[in-house]
């Protein structure tokens, strides 16, 4: 039972560069989610996706995009890696969304930008 | 004024104490609300979740809930030194797909 995978588990760009951090689950669940965490603030969202084909700006979305690939599949890119975007990412994912049901999170993504 | 506030701690408890976690929330559209134990460099694990105002036990967790006052907490009762870890209180609004988190307490059980 895999529940969510992130890969890789980390990274490390210099600035400037791009890289495109993968997530699936095996779940079945309808809705994803990309969190980052930093020292002391939290879990802040970048983006989500309710359902398959659609994608939503979270808190923090400047800097990066994600692609829906499949129900599976959401997949978070930084196209030109900033030193604030040192952080860890976690992907998540929940069956129904706006229901009671809460996140069932993946191991993480550590990132690090020189 | 952040959605979810908790104390950030540390909270330091003696091994067979009650550990007691606050969190109060901004928005009073919030129905479901969560706690997330998360062990240092590993990502958050769902251990109790309430939706209706009261006491929901869950063996040596409980969770409290009151709307009115905006306020949910955690018991952790006979604290183990395997419940140190940073607990994060999470709250979703009513037809809202995403959770808002607190900045999480950490809490430490020392033997």
């Known amino acids: 039972n895999a529940g969510v995978t992130q890969t890789p588990k980390f990274q490390v760009l210099k600035t400037g560069q791009s890289m495109t951090l993968q997530c699936a689950q095996d779940m079945n669940h309808n809705s994803m989610y990309w969190y980052r965490q930093d020292p002391g603030m939290g879990l802040r969202l970048i983006y989500y996706?309710?359902?398959?084909?659609?994608?939503d700006k979270g808190e923090v979305p400047n800097g990066y995009n994600v692609s829906r690939l499949n129900k599976r599949e959401f997949s978070l890119r930084l196209e030109s890696a900033a030193p604030s975007q040192t952080s860890v990412y976690f992907c998540?994912?929940?069956?129904?969304?706006?229901?009671?049901?809460?996140?069932?999170f993946g191991s993480g993504t550590r990132l690090t930008v020189v | 004024q952040k959605e979810v506030e908790q104390n950030s701690g540390p909270l330091s408890v003696p091994e067979g104490a009650i550990a007691s976690l606050n969190c109060t929330y901004s928005?009073?559209?919030?129905?479901?609300f969560f706690w997330y134990r998360q062990y240092s460099g590993k990502s958050p694990e769902l251990i109790m979740s309430?939706?209706?105002?009261g006491d929901k036990e869950d063996g040596r967790f409980t969770a409290q809930l009151n709307k009115a006052s905006q306020y949910v907490s955690l018991l952790i009762r006979d604290s183990q030194p395997s419940d140190s870890a940073t607990y994060l209180c999470?709250?979703?609004?009513?037809?809202?797909?995403?959770?808002?988190f607190g900045a999480g307490t950490t809490v430490t059980v020392r033997a």
């Open positions: 309430i939706y209706s105002n």
């Open positions: 928005d009073r559209g919030s129905q479901s």
């Open positions: 996706s309710a359902s398959e084909g659609t994608t």
């Open positions: 999470a709250v979703r609004m009513e037809g809202d797909y995403k959770l808002s």
């Open positions: 998540a994912s929940s069956e129904a969304g706006t229901g009671q049901d809460g996140y069932t």
